[in-house]
């Protein structure tokens, strides 16, 4: 029987997403390297599957599986999935584009030397890498972890001394390196995003583009609010991002899996924010929604060496996922209103919390959502009013400071 090894850890699929997803294509076993995240989720995983615990010698241990395909949902693993396929001549990523995938600076210079986009960047591997680095890039520009996802630690710099103190705060908390680019300034988008995504499975290294996923505008500094199908751009800058995103996979040497790239929307045309070598965070739901393909068996059918003709997928309407953003300030939750009021609307076919009364958030400029709605309308404007009236139904109140809060949920965005 054909045998998928996932190696799990955070990522962009749940449990019972992989294995709906991947359960057809036949057995699955859930390979778990150490992580808190994994001592909590084994339970879960062990309903589903067979669980192996990673230990010293990865590779041996999944060669003794026999597996036909070795795929991950998440970031932090796309190496380590790397090194296995390899190791037992299994497609996927090669440990070289594992490395392109996973390094920002590293993906700018594959970028650069392909021709595909040239922004500026530089590397700082210490606080007196600062003023080199800006003295080449320039300012404004955006300095984030090399590694990284979520936003964590990105931040967008407009003073060189303000980029200075905040190179040397981030290497006393013990980042790693870090990379500073040129910040790239989207045009006007209205009530939309001034980014999209693009979702692309490759085989064989034939890149086909499953959809445009388009955006709500983003928090200070780059937190994101959702998402939906499809994006709201015209035909003529929808076939332009696409190729830009398969040239830019291209460019990072991706022959095999999937690919979720952002692009940026500028006055001079599109740009690459940066290429995932992986599934994007709640696209396996929104794509299911809206009557598209299920992109986690799309995922475990490249994986198993399948050679796959992707199309465009155009849904009947518009799908929506929509988060509301936790507070940039520490703080608790204390409770949620209007819950009933929300699901109760016409458009809206769920709403789900991430984040449960009496959890402890810790503030920041990382994306951390509080929930999910989701819903169908007929068209984008009509997406528009009907989040709008969700959102001044729901409430927030937070232990804040010794204080209690009541928030309502549009009013987070300030």
């Not at 040239?118 to 606080?127: D, K, T, V």
Request: aromatic residues 4%; charged residues 25%; proline residues 7%.
């Amino acid at each position: 029987m054909t045998r998928l090894v996932v190696v799990y850890d955070a990522g962009a699929a749940q449990p019972l997403e992989i294995h709906t997803g991947l359960a057809p294509l036949g057995r699955v076993t859930y390979a778990l390297p150490h992580s808190d995240h994994n001592d909590r989720m084994r339970p879960l995983l062990a309903e589903f599957g067979e669980v192996v615990p990673l230990d010293e010698d990865p590779a041996e241990r999944i060669r003794r599986l026999r597996p036909d395909a070795v795929l991950t949902f998440s970031e932090r693993q796309l190496r380590l999935t790397s090194d296995l396929a390899a190791a037992l001549g299994l497609p996927g990523h090669s440990p070289d584009t594992a490395r392109a995938l996973t390094d920002k600076y590293l993906q700018r210079e594959r970028l650069r030397a392909a021709g595909v986009d040239r922004l500026r960047c530089a590397r700082l591997s210490g606080p007196g890498d600062w003023p080199a680095a800006v003295a080449a890039v320039g300012l404004p520009a955006v300095l984030k972890p090399v590694r990284g996802e979520g936003s964590r630690d990105t931040h967008r710099i407009l003073d060189a001394a303000a980029g200075g103190r905040l190179v040397d705060e981030l290497h006393r908390r013990g980042a790693a390196d870090l990379v500073l680019e040129r910040y790239l300034a989207g045009r006007d988008t209205g009530p939309y995003g001034d980014y999209v995504s693009v979702e692309s499975v490759v085989t064989h290294g034939r890149v086909g583009h499953v959809a445009v996923t388009g955006k709500y505008p983003l928090l200070e500094p780059f937190r994101e609010r959702g998402q939906f199908w499809p994006a709201h751009l015209d035909h003529d800058e929808s076939a332009a991002v696409a190729d830009l995103a398969g040239r830019a996979v291209a460019a990072l040497g991706v022959r095999t899996g999937v690919a979720h790239t952002e692009i940026k929307l500028t006055p001079d045309g599109p740009h690459v924010i940066e290429v995932n070598g992986r599934l994007g965070g709640q696209l396996h739901d929104l794509g299911l929604r809206a009557g598209g393909p299920d992109l986690v068996t799309l995922a475990g059918r490249a994986a198993l060496g399948e050679a796959l003709d992707i199309g465009p997928f155009r849904p009947d309407g518009v799908f929506f996922q929509h988060n509301n953003p936790a507070p940039v300030l520490a703080c608790r939750l204390v409770a949620v209103r209007g819950v009933p009021q929300v699901r109760g609307m016409a458009g809206i076919d769920g709403y789900r919390r991430f984040v449960q009364p009496g959890a402890e958030l810790p503030g920041g400029v990382m994306t951390r959502p509080l929930d999910v709605l989701t819903g169908r309308t007929a068209d984008h404007g009509s997406m528009l009013e009907l989040v709008a009236e969700a959102r001044r139904a729901l409430e927030f109140e937070f232990a804040m400071g010794g204080d209690t809060v009541r928030i309502r949920s549009d009013r987070l965005d300030d």
